[in-house]
């Protein structure tokens, strides 16, 4: 028994074996359900649409764009310590874990609120919502186009961070001119 333990910690201190372990998962969760697979593509575009309409670094933006493709990894029910300890993943793990918190502290996982969500995963958020609002799901059909962006709007300092819709709207205003 205490040699299993043993061997299932000594597994997890080698980094590659982790980075294999995460890309297995995402995999896995895009093998069960391709549209996820689209879902993660489209919210790391939007997000990284975003984070270049906010003037960030091209190293944040690369960092935004692997977070978007990673986001929804906890639905193949990763542990956030395995995320976290990837050195190829550790730098955003916390944006991954906190992109369904909201600006004004009722989400989730930790209730955090406005400037103390990461600026990742509150660029993500609103990129994730977007694409969800658009898509038809079990529970909803999609949006228009307009729909969705008073949505956001509506949503703007409640759910989401304003300056952050503010910038999406901005980007998707100048690319429609």
């Not at 906890?74 to 976290?84: E, F, P, Q, R």
């Not at 730098?91 to 930790?110: C, I, M, N, Q």
Request: proline letters at 4%; charged letters at 30%.
């Amino acid at each position: 028994m205490a040699e299993d333990d043993l061997s299932e910690h000594k597994l997890f201190e080698n980094t590659t074996t982790r980075e294999q372990i995460i890309d297995v998962l995402l995999a896995s969760l895009f093998s069960k359900c391709p549209r996820e697979k689209e879902h993660s593509s489209r919210v790391s575009h939007i997000s990284v649409r975003i984070a270049k309409q906010m003037g960030l670094s091209p190293e944040t933006v690369e960092t935004i764009r692997l977070a978007g493709v990673i986001h929804d990894i906890g639905k193949v029910a990763i542990d956030d310590g395995v995320l976290s300890s990837v050195s190829r993943y550790s730098s955003f793990a916390k944006d991954v874990l906190t992109h369904h918190e909201k600006w004004d502290g009722t989400g989730y996982p930790r209730g955090l609120k406005g400037d103390l969500i990461p600026l990742t995963a509150r660029i993500i958020a609103v990129a994730d919502a977007f694409d969800a609002m658009l898509c038809e799901r079990p529970y909803h059909k999609p949006m228009t186009l307009e729909e969705a962006k008073q949505e956001l709007l509506r949503c703007s300092s409640t759910q989401f961070d304003p300056e952050i819709v503010s910038a999406f709207l901005k980007g998707f205003a100048e690319e429609r001119v």
